[in-house]
């Protein structure tokens, strides 16, 4: 039960501070009573309790493994293996990423209501799961610009700013509607699953590689998996 | 009740599609490439069965409580009859009539960012980094600070209807000139730290607000202005970050300057 409880106080933590402002803003602000407040009850311990079991399972399997291999990739030396496994795991850990999943869903019912795509559900499935595909393919696609920039030891500075040009470009062409929602996946890929992973090799790597200093260049890969996303989903957009 | 078993079967199978690739890819490779067994299986086995029930209450929970709580907090903050008071709610609201929206964005900004355990972890290695120039705490602050004030900007953006990619562009401009002066060791963590504040939990919450932001407010789309604070809530950590390691060098050299 002991290895249980932790994750469990973990996302309650994460949780409480908004359900405080939340309660602070209903309570004193608005004195209103919140409608159905037994069913969001019972939705928020979903929440918790998904979250907690969602993170156990990850620490008992896949975190140790994912560990275990980034490691072992950084130390075999095979550059490709290493690039091919980088993106495959930039990838996975996107496609499963729960926030990603939710915003999903929201963009595919909001795209349908504003008559950007046929109201089906088959049509707004669709639109979500192009939209999780474009993103964690994007994420694929950072975490090798980011090992690579590792190997060589690139100023994190040129590659981020040459990010941040991209993503004007995009904008010039994209159609309006997808901006926001491209913009956002930038910062929702990055949560649960990928950034214990994603550290693990960076920091692994930088830690194995003689005349890398762990502290500064294992880090920034983050940073590359929530710029590529922007200019991937706009390019989405205007495919689709 | 039994509405509740059939949504969390049907939930378990998109799941179970959702989790597939990260499991093909580890094992994958752990088997095919690195030829090596997997150890602990059953241990394994069972973790991969607790993602999967715990990923699809999560998804449930989300969709029964926090997309309602944030297009609630949306639909309540945004009502005239509040805005006003009750019986007087004649004219249309305009963006400074709002300000409850932007206090409600920077408190919850503030307060999901400070309690964000993946930040704590970022500061403590800062911390290092600088050679204790830099605080734990001050650091923690300094990016609370920065989501709070993007929620706000990115309220106001949505209120006011102005296109997002403006103040996006322009938080890059600072973001660059920033890089140019901040001391080396912190850029890739200041660039880091703007995606960890938005946790699993704050997301949702914050995309459903700002969906029922766009619905309330007069003359807003949500598809084309519904989106977007997520983007300013990870920008803005950045531009704080830096800021903050500028400010903490510089009077760590002033104070070895005046003894």
């Known amino acids: 039960m002991q290895p249980f409880l932790r994750p469990l106080w973990d996302s309650i933590r994460d949780l409480l501070p908004i359900i405080l402002v939340i309660g602070f803003f209903q309570?004193?602000?608005?004195?209103q009573p919140i409608p159905e407040f037994g069913r969001i009850l019972i939705g928020v311990l979903f929440v918790v309790l998904g979250l907690a079991l969602f993170v156990r399972g990850l620490q008992m399997g896949l975190f140790p493994i994912g560990e275990n291999m980034a490691h072992a990739f950084a130390r075999k030396g095979s550059v490709l293996w290493l690039l091919a496994f980088a993106f495959a795991l930039g990838f996975g850990t996107t496609i499963a990423e729960p926030a990603l999943i939710a915003v999903g869903n929201e963009a595919a019912?909001?795209?349908?209501?504003?008559?950007?795509?046929?109201?089906t559900d088959e049509s707004r499935q669709s639109y979500a799961s192009g939209l999780r595909l474009t993103v964690a393919l994007s994420v694929g696609c950072a975490i090798v610009i980011g090992v690579l920039r590792i190997l060589k030891g690139w100023p994190i500075q040129y590659l981020i700013i040459g990010g941040y040009l991209g993503v004007v470009i995009m904008t010039m062409f994209a159609p309006p509607e997808i901006i926001g929602i491209a913009y956002d996946s930038g910062g929702v890929t990055t949560s649960t699953i990928t950034v214990p992973l994603v550290t693990a090799l960076g920091v692994g790597l930088a830690s194995s590689i003689k005349g890398r200093n762990p502290m500064t260049d294992g880090f920034g890969l983050i940073a590359f998996a929530s710029l590529t996303p922007m200019i991937f989903v706009m390019g989405y957009g205007m495919a689709i | 009740m039994n509405g509740h078993l059939q949504l969390i079967l049907d939930t378990l199978g998109g799941t179970l599609r959702d989790v597939l690739p990260i499991a093909v890819v580890i094992f994958g490779f752990q088997l095919f490439v690195l030829r090596q067994r997997i150890p602990h299986l059953k241990q394994v086995l069972t973790g991969f069965v607790y993602v999967l029930i715990g990923l699809s209450l999560f998804l449930i929970g989300l969709q029964e409580a926090l997309f309602p709580l944030g297009s609630l907090m949306a639909q309540q903050l945004t009502d005239p009859a509040f805005i006003f008071g009750a019986g007087k709610a004649t004219a249309t609201p305009q963006w400074h009539d709002y300000l409850w929206v932007y206090a409600f964005g920077a408190a919850?900004?503030?307060?999901?960012?400070?309690?964000?355990?993946?930040?704590?972890?970022?500061?403590?290695?800062?911390?290092?980094v600088s050679g204790g120039a830099i605080g734990v705490l001050g650091l923690r602050v300094a990016v609370a600070l920065g989501a709070a004030f993007g929620i706000v900007l990115g309220t106001f953006r949505l209120v006011t209807g102005t296109p997002l990619h403006y103040y996006i562009i322009a938080a890059y401009v600072i973001v660059i000139i920033q890089t140019l002066f901040a001391p080396r060791a912190i850029v890739p963590l200041a660039y880091d730290s703007g995606g960890v504040t938005t946790s699993t939990v704050t997301v949702p919450l914050v995309t459903a607000l700002g969906l029922g932001l766009a619905t309330q407010v007069p003359g807003r789309d949500p598809l084309l202005d519904g989106f977007g604070l997520i983007a300013t809530t990870c920008l803005f950590?950045?531009?704080?970050?830096?800021?903050?390691?500028?400010?903490?060098?510089?009077?760590?050299r002033r104070a070895r300057h005046l003894p």
């Open chain 1, 27 to 31: 309570l004193v602000v608005l004195q």
């Open chain 1, 109 to 119: 019912r909001v795209a349908a209501a504003g008559g950007m795509i046929a109201d």
């Open chain 2, 108 to 128: 919850v900004g503030f307060a999901a960012a400070i309690a964000e355990p993946a930040l704590m972890a970022v500061s403590l290695k800062a911390h290092a």
């Open chain 2, 237 to 252: 950590p950045i531009i704080s970050v830096m800021g903050y390691a500028q400010i903490s060098e510089w009077r760590a």
